[in-house]
């Protein structure tokens, strides 16, 4: 059983910052790639920012310069910064992740539960 818990979202004001963070847990044998994903009300969800296992990072051109994905492969974990928040940013984002299991030898995708952020005008 694999679990993707993230944290760290909230209300914040235009201009501001928040950090989201996931922790991966479970029998993980190992991550490739994870990944933030958002959802704005009445819109697609859509890629906001992901990382390899190899350190590549990649982000959406409306987030690119704002956000920073960054992820500590020893806990499982990835983390979100995002600085000079827009009320556009406003969205459930999820984390993922493809990874193995200890019991399998294919790579899955697995997704968290999600975590609100608001960012006010």
């Known amino acids: 059983q694999v679990q993707l818990v993230e944290s760290g979202g909230g209300l914040v004001q235009a201009g501001g910052s928040l950090r989201l963070s996931c922790a991966a847990s479970?029998?993980?044998?190992?991550?490739?790639?994870m990944y933030w994903y958002r959802q704005a009300p009445g819109k697609q969800r859509e890629l906001v920012a992901f990382?390899?296992?190899?350190?590549?990072?990649n982000y959406a051109d409306s987030v690119k310069g704002r956000f920073t994905i960054s992820r500590v492969n020893a806990r499982n974990t990835v983390y979100l910064q995002m600085n000079s928040l827009k009320p556009e940013d406003t969205a459930v984002y999820y984390c993922?992740?493809?990874?193995?299991?200890?019991?399998?030898?294919?790579?899955?995708?697995?997704w968290g539960q999600g975590t609100q952020v608001t960012v006010s005008s």
């Open positions: 993922a992740a493809v990874l193995r299991i200890a019991s399998t030898q294919a790579y899955s995708h697995y």
């Open positions: 479970g029998s993980i044998f190992s991550i490739n790639t």
């Open positions: 990382s390899t296992s190899d350190g590549g990072t």
